[in-house]
């Protein structure tokens, strides 16, 4: 309740928020025809028709905005879409990496005049799925989600003998983000390279303590998959499980002399001196990061958590295609994108329909490769 008040108070913070953003929309943005139109973008003249632009084929139409960053402009819009009241979140762990996501979309969407307040309800236990049993026991609350990722993926495969929630009982809406880890030790450290690490867990096996996150999670999964590229037996890899911020702990106590974790988490102690990055799991540099990716040091492996936002089972249709048609809005506003770049995130936005598909996919998936890398 207290964080459902915390929210409700900042209102008026909010409120002033969406005026500064909307009055730093540039007014000379260039218009996007109707052929190429996505949620947001600028538009020439109000009426005009983009169909089939929206998420599930859905019609977009140019729109003054009345609200939020784009307020008083016109904007591809869904023209019957609703802001939310509430969302009462389930998050299947503590406080952290699921709820901090959970506070960005909210926050987003507050600002954005989307969503009125949130509330939080922790459910942490056997990787993610203790949460997800419970959101699945809830019915007749339309304004409920599930913040989900890869790490409660990763769970169910590590639990599928005793777990019998299915997690595409419940109703996928958006797929928001991807982040990407950084391997990370102390500044002095011996290892000046991720090359030099890996040799050394090859030949000294089990003497390297590696400190990460929860077990089968993707600290896990991304040191698990960086040996295997590697070609080192995954019985070599000595990995001590940690919490929140205990993996940043334990490497700056000198308890572990390596840790993997989310990038942005490294980064206030890589600036003050007292860690460095060996290698990042992201496709390509991140902006602002000083580190190389695994392919520019010769290991061919990306590897990222995504989340993603779930409704439960008996959501109306109304309801559900209404919180798809939200979280792309929320997607293409400026407070979205400051909350990208802030974080090291990458958009890999997926609404509805396409997030369903991408999970019936993935968890296939990750349940092989849980078990090929033998965790």
């Not at 218009?31 to 599930?56: F, I, T, W, Y």
Request: with cysteine.
């Amino acid at each position: 309740m207290s964080l459902k008040k915390t929210i409700l108070s900042a209102g008026a913070v909010a409120t002033a928020l969406a005026m500064l953003f909307a009055s730093a929309v540039p007014a000379t943005a260039a218009k996007v025809p109707s052929r190429k139109a996505n949620a947001g973008d600028e538009c020439g003249r109000a009426g005009m028709l983009a169909k089939g632009r929206g998420v599930e084929g859905s019609d977009l139409r140019c729109t003054k905005v009345t609200f939020g960053s784009y307020k008083d402009s016109l904007r591809w819009w869904y023209p019957d879409l609703k802001p939310l009241t509430t969302i009462d979140w389930t998050v299947p762990a503590g406080p952290g990496g699921y709820s901090a996501t959970t506070d960005a979309i909210a926050k987003t969407l507050i600002t954005e005049g989307l969503l009125t307040s949130q509330t939080t309800d922790f459910k942490p236990g056997a990787g993610g799925t203790t949460g997800l049993a419970h959101f699945q026991t809830i019915k007749g609350k339309q304004n409920s989600a599930l913040i989900i990722g890869i790490a409660l993926t990763g769970g169910m495969a590590q639990v599928a003998n005793k777990n019998t929630s299915d997690l595409l009982a419940s109703t996928p809406i958006a797929r928001v983000m991807r982040e990407y880890n950084a391997i990370f030790v102390p500044a002095n450290s011996k290892y000046k390279t991720l090359n030099q690490f890996v040799n050394d867990v090859n030949t000294n096996g089990r003497a390297i303590a590696v400190s990460g996150g929860n077990v089968g999670g993707v600290d896990h999964q991304v040191i698990g998959a960086l040996l295997k590229t590697a070609g080192v037996p995954i019985s070599k890899l000595n990995y001590v499980v940690g919490t929140g911020s205990e993996p940043l702990t334990k490497v700056l106590s000198g308890a572990a002399p390596v840790g993997v974790i989310g990038v942005v988490d490294v980064l206030p102690y890589v600036a003050d001196g007292k860690l460095r990055i060996l290698g990042i799991s992201s496709p390509k540099p991140i902006s602002g990061v000083k580190a190389k990716t695994f392919i520019q040091q010769g290991y061919n492996l990306v590897y990222g958590n995504w989340r993603g936002v779930m409704a439960p089972a008996d959501i109306t249709e109304a309801n559900r295609i209404n919180f798809v048609k939200v979280m792309d809005v929320m997607r293409s506003t400026p407070t979205w994108k400051e909350v990208l770049a802030t974080n090291k995130w990458y958009d890999e936005f997926a609404g509805g329909k396409d997030f369903g598909a991408f999970l019936k996919t993935h968890i296939p998936e990750i349940k092989a490769f849980i078990s090929e890398i033998g965790l």
